[in-house]
């Protein structure tokens, strides 16, 4: 296969990356490789196939990773995808420290890239969690008993909107930060807003 074209973006935010630079350009030529186009969304190299998110590259403090936009759903035949955290549903990573690491599994990696092209072609979707399966924070579900319009708002978010606000609010042990979370986020709410929008 011809490799694919290289996009300007990318390249540009490799000349600027001090940390995994050369584990970035090792794992683009691997997925340039699989014939992906390469684009630059949510500031990191984004491969995709025919306008689908494939595979994502990026980078962490302890770490670079290959993230599989809908890595849940592939088969993981060698057990190394990595799901980020509890409340990431689709994605998944490949995780590595160095260049050689990279290196000896460019055959594995263009194994998982090209089964996720596969997924993407069947036209395979993840069977997301609905956000009715989350549960309401009793903070906030006194809110919704005392502002009927606070309810209201919140029911007219899009459901990843809705997620958002339930996991932010959730996360704190003690009600009184639930609370101060709720109260600081009651006005974009009713505007119709997003948490960090």
């Not at 390469?38 to 190299?45: G, L, Q, S, V």
């Not at 994502?56 to 995808?81: N, V």
Request: proline share 3%; aromatic share 10%.
């Amino acid at each position: 296969m011809a490799k694919s074209e290289r996009n300007p973006k990318v390249d540009e935010f490799l000349s600027k990356a001090k940390k995994w630079k050369d584990e970035f350009e090792k794992l683009r030529n691997i997925v340039l490789d699989c014939d992906l186009t390469e684009e630059f969304k949510w500031m990191h190299p984004c491969y995709t196939y025919e306008q689908k998110n494939i595979v994502l590259i990026h980078g962490f403090k302890e770490y670079c990773a290959l993230l599989f936009h809908k890595g849940a759903l592939l088969k993981d035949a060698h057990g190394i995808l990595i799901q980020q955290t509890e409340n990431v549903q689709a994605g998944r990573q490949i995780r590595f420290t160095n260049v050689q690491e990279i290196v000896e599994m460019e055959a594995i990696l263009k194994a998982y890239i090209h089964e996720a092209i596969e997924v993407e072609k069947a036209g395979m979707e993840v069977d997301f969690k609905k956000t009715t399966e989350y549960t309401i924070p009793e903070e906030l579900q006194h809110k919704f008993d005392e502002i009927p319009a606070l309810k209201t708002a919140f029911e007219a978010l899009t459901p990843g909107r809705q997620r958002a606000y339930l996991l932010h609010f959730s996360g704190p042990k003690q009600s009184k930060t639930r609370e101060s979370r709720i109260e600081k986020s009651m006005q974009q709410i009713l505007n119709g807003k997003g948490l960090n929008e």
